[in-house]
């Protein structure tokens, strides 16, 4: 399975943007896929989480109500949109396949490149 992030870039407070992760290979089974980031000096952390069909997700409380994930099975593609952004949330994004729905980076299975986002003032 590869993943690859995509659609970061720099954005000002309170704009918004959306990532993509392009999920493509084999599938050994039917993988969630989770976004996690890591902003400079710090721990990679949770973002969210999106079950395989969709109809499951779980957010860091940091992101609930600003930002969403949607995903297209048949396209190979989950969205992350962001909106209402802080500075805080500036960080490389990454996506990832496990089989568990995990908030935790140890229980990911395959992990993308990430994506740069930068939110200014």
């Known amino acids: 399975v590869q993943l690859q992030a995509s659609g970061g870039g720099q954005v000002q407070v309170g704009g918004s943007l959306r990532l993509t992760c392009a999920i493509s290979g084999s599938y050994l089974g039917s993988y969630a896929t989770g976004w996690f980031r890591q902003a400079p000096g710090k721990e990679r952390e949770f973002v969210g989480i999106?079950?395989?069909?969709?109809?499951?997700?779980n957010y860091a409380d940091s992101v609930k109500g600003r930002f969403s994930l949607a995903r297209d099975n048949a396209k190979g593609t989950v969205y992350l949109q962001m909106n209402s952004l802080k500075i805080e949330d500036t960080g490389v994004y990454y996506c990832?396949?496990?089989?568990?729905?995990?908030?935790?980076?140890?229980?990911?299975?395959?992990w993308g490149k990430g994506t740069l986002v930068t939110v200014s003032s």
């Open positions: 999106i079950s395989w069909k969709g109809s499951t997700t």
């Open positions: 990832a396949a496990t089989d568990l729905m995990s908030v935790h980076a140890y229980d990911m299975n395959y």
